[in-house]
């Protein structure tokens, strides 16, 4: 790309982590590196750790990054000073809210990376991850050139940064929970600290795995490293606990025995959308986000392939088990069937069923095909209870399986509904589908964006994301209540 002058920033921006708008103008002298990402972004979420290194080894260089409410979910578009804290963002963050800056620089994908030289003068833009083998270089040469120049100012900027604050509280989004029943003990994937809480079912915080800064470090409980956990599986046999490490792109092991965090699947690395089989930690894997233990098998909703895999616990041999790949919503044979973004994964012993995130479905897999209970097409959902083949729900990024009922985590409808595979029936269990937060009677309970479930002692523990809480449903009384955690 040959220079040319990069367009300013709007004045339409909102600012956080500085204290007033910035222009490029007031920057000149300075290398500037705009990045066009999201939370709801994997990729992305992973860059905070390389971009901090970027600033380090390059003074002068400016780093501004840019969101779009508009490819945000709901609720952290509401509560972006809270999630800019929580990834441990230190530099000034633009909130593009009707995509100008986007269109000007042309940006189609995140993350995407716009380079504007000292002049002012837009002199590339890159997309992906390993951004810093691409750029130093690069940083380096512009330096040189520029100081020849004697246009350089690499005095620290002075914008008065001042980090945004956040609730106080024990969980940040937290996205998938699961039950010890014997030991009466609640696992909790807290996304947004990177870290797997431990607590007793009257919300006593036994154990925190990680250290709550984002790594992949293998080690004791307090010296481990996770990077955006969600899904959990809890093997009771072995009081071991597996956990889809979904920002590392990893499976990691939990062990009670040993008191250790162990990487047992994925490089570290995103896989590219075609992936074959091998060693688990051979094979590099793509969003893992939910699992499921079965029959010697640990399952995986591998939702950034739009697949299904599996994972033999004996020889840890990891490989894909259904879905073709290709995004959609299809049925039939498991590598004929496609999915889109699948996020959630149950089995009732028997059969596995998939909360198909991306096409707001329910499907089924069983003796060799995958069925669809809910859902028609990627682009139908809604809030309809009814008869299975007919209702409606959005994104559901969990399910869960009691007594021969489903229930679903009915996440942009914030709702819990069951599903009797049986009958074929659809109902809404909880929540009056205004997102919030209210407890009280079940139909009038508000929540956020729940994200998982699990019954535990007969009543049902729902990860509730959005309110960065869990939620206590209590299906006899038809209440809804909170979980205190303490310690």
């Keep these: 790309m040959n220079p040319t002058a990069a367009p300013d920033l709007p004045a339409s921006l909102e600012w956080i982590n500085t204290d007033h708008p910035i222009s490029l103008r007031t920057l000149e002298g300075r290398t500037v590196l705009l990045y066009f990402g999201t939370f709801a972004c994997s990729n992305c979420t992973r860059l905070v750790p390389e971009l901090r290194r970027l600033k380090e080894g390059h003074p002068g260089l400016v780093i501004i990054e840019v ?17 800019v804290h ?28 716009a380079l504007i030289d000292p002049a002012g003068n837009l002199i590339g833009k ?66 947004g600290h990177h870290q797997v809480i431990v607590a007793g079912s009257d919300g006593k915080i036994l154990e925190t795995i990680g250290t709550g800064a984002p790594g992949n470090a293998d080690g004791s409980f307090s010296r481990a490293s996770l990077y955006l956990p969600e899904g959990l599986a809890f093997d009771g046999e072995a009081d071991t606990l597996y956990v889809a490490d979904t920002g ?34 051979d094979v ?3 969003a893992p986000r939910d699992l499921a233990l079965m029959g010697g098998y640990l399952y995986i909703a591998m939702a ?30 498991l590598g004929v069937a496609t999915f889109a973004g699948p996020s959630g994964i149950v089995t009732d012993g028997e059969v596995l069923y998939v909360a ?21 097409s990627l682009e139908d959902f809604g809030d309809l209870d009814t008869i299975a083949s007919m209702a409606r729900i959005h994104h559901p990024m969990g399910i869960a399986s009691h007594q021969g009922l489903l229930y679903i985590a009915d996440t942009y409808n914030h709702k819990i509904k069951e599903l009797d595979p049986r009958t074929g029936w659809v109902l809404t269990k909880t929540g009056s589908g205004i997102r919030g937060y209210r407890n009280g009677m079940s139909g009038d309970a508000r929540l956020s ?3 998982d479930l699990v019954n535990l002692g007969g009543l049902w523990y729902i990860a509730d994301t959005g309110n960065n809480a869990v939620r206590v449903y209590d299906p006899d009384r038809h209440m809804v209540s909170t979980l205190m955690l303490w310690e």
């Design 449 to 451: 964006e729940p994200g």
């Design 67 to 83: 969101h779009a409410p508009e490819f945000e979910s709901p609720a952290t578009a509401e509560s972006f000073p809270e999630a």
């Design 304 to 333: 950034g392939a739009n697949q299904i895999w599996r994972m033999d616990l004996d020889t840890h041999k990891i490989e894909p088990h259904a879905g073709s790949g290709r995004e959609g919503l299809a049925d039939g044979p």
């Design 248 to 281: 590392n792109h990893m499976i990691r092991r939990i062990s009670w025995p040993d008191r250790r965090v162990e990487t047992i699947a994925g490089t570290g690395l995103e896989a590219p959308s075609s992936m074959a089989g091998g060693p688990g930690m």
């Design 356 to 376: 198909d995130s991306g096409a707001s479905a329910i499907r089924r897999i069983k003796r060799g095909m995958v069925e669809t209970l809910i859902g028609r």
């Design 284 to 286: 590099a894997l793509n």
């Design 86 to 113: 929580h990834a441990r963002v230190d530099h000034p963050v633009a909130i593009d809210h009707d995509q100008r800056l986007w269109q000007a620089f042309g940006v189609r994908s995140w993350p995407t990376f």
């Design 126 to 191: 890159t997309t992906g991850e390993g951004l810093s083998q691409r750029l130093d270089l690069k940083l380096d040469r512009l330096a040189e050139e520029f100081e020849r120049r004697g246009m350089p100012d690499t005095r620290p900027i002075q914008l008065t940064t001042t980090p945004a604050a956040a609730r106080v509280g024990a969980l940040y989004h937290p996205a998938k929970i699961a039950a010890d029943r014997v030991g009466m003990r609640l696992f909790i994937g807290d996304r």
